[in-house]
């Protein structure tokens, strides 16, 4: 008989013994048991993994706006080119989260582990790829969106190191979706914590050369952040081969397996292409604001970096409600999967609802944390009132997302995102401005709009439930 070391499952087939436990710390079953309780007890380590992930270029936010509004602006829009580039390996790393977990729910460790190696040579190829244009096409990408000299300076440093850099995130992400797609999402938050805490100690010496270090400025915070990243991980593969979490990965037998790599690709495509349509509308937004002059754009990417912060506890819950639900499909029940998703967006709707008390009534507080500049907080502070509406919508959108890419079913929310970002938001950021004198104010009531509207199609596509049929 094969061990499976603690997963669900056991031998060949997916019967549901259990050979080869390897202590009670990776034992749960996540497919029995309370729902509720499986997900706030996957959930939360996710939700502090995906806030510390946010936390690193926040922190970089915080230190850079003593730099000025050119140094925010930079780093802000670079932040959305390099989220654009990443969008490829988010979309190999949903489809390969798909898989194990449906993997794990079936009891068979073989497979998830064929799957993880396969996933490491696109990882690869992905990472060299990102760093050649990082290299050379830094500047000429960021010259198209029309910035400031200023601006432009700033940002070209900071892209480049990220890009360059991708080599080390491509790893730490790796180890981490693995780990959590097989149920073990308390490994990578330690790991996390322990790199943000590197992080938030090491970027002020390197951005304003405390003590014996160079001032290197923005480029010192994307430093910063590499380094960090590249030391997580490499401790995140080194306990996965390792057998210090959940799913043991080997190299034994390895070998290329082209029929994998297109299942992986076939349910990333859909995510990618996702994840492409986000963040090229977020540049073309950009592209709006940049006319109202440098503290419209540092506001606007402020917002950016507030709303990706705010976001992740949803992000969490629904990666969380997104491997449950694989694994119960694995596990053949879909009913289990369902609830799961529904509980996820009402956990995030509710703690919005407070949110948005806190932002309405304090949102001078939160702004000036980053920035002092009276014009900038003047128009930062109205984005962030303008966007409680799309906060207490927001939970249906990311949450039944994630769990849909979680179960493979990634056609949804593509067509969902470029219906409502070209079919909405687009449009009305053009008129907006022009035909209301709302001016900048105008691209956020747009995107604000999307949100709504998004929310609406996922609420529907859920609950008619064609997604727990699909197969991966």
Known sequence: MED????????????RGREGVRGARFDRDWTKGSILGNLLA???PMIVTQALTVLGPTLDMIWVGKLGAASIAGVGVSSMVFQFM???????QTGTRAIVSRAVGAGDEKEANHVAQQYF?????FAVLMAVIGVFLSRYILLLLGLEADV??????????QLIGMVTMSFQMMGQSLMQASGDAQTPMRIAIGSRLLHAALAPFLIFGWGFFPRLGVSGAALTGVFSQGLAGGLGLWMLYGGHTRLHLTLKNFQFDFKMIWRIVKIGIPAMINGTERTSANLLVMWFVVPFGTAAVAAHALMERLDRFMHMPAQGLGMGAGVLAGQNLGAKEPERAEKTGWLAAALFTGAMAVMSVIIWFWPEFIVRLFNTE????DVAVKFLRIQIVALLTFGFV???????NGVGDTWIPMLNTLITL???QMPLAYFLPKVTGLGVYGVRWAMVAAVVARSLVFILYFKGGRWKRRQV
Do not use: D, H, K
């Open 374 to 377: 009276p014009e900038l907080v």
């Open 398 to 404: 990311q949450t039944l997302m994630q769990c849909l």
């Open 42 to 44: 996957l959930s939360w």
């Open 86 to 92: 990443s969008v490829a390996r988010m979309g190999l």
């Open 121 to 125: 040579v696109i990882n690869v190829i």
């Open 422 to 424: 070209w079919g909405v």
């Open 152 to 161: 432009l300076e700033e940002g070209t440093a900071y892209l480049r190191i």
């Open 4 to 15: 499976f070391g603690g997963l669900p499952g056991a031998g060949r087939g997916g019967g």
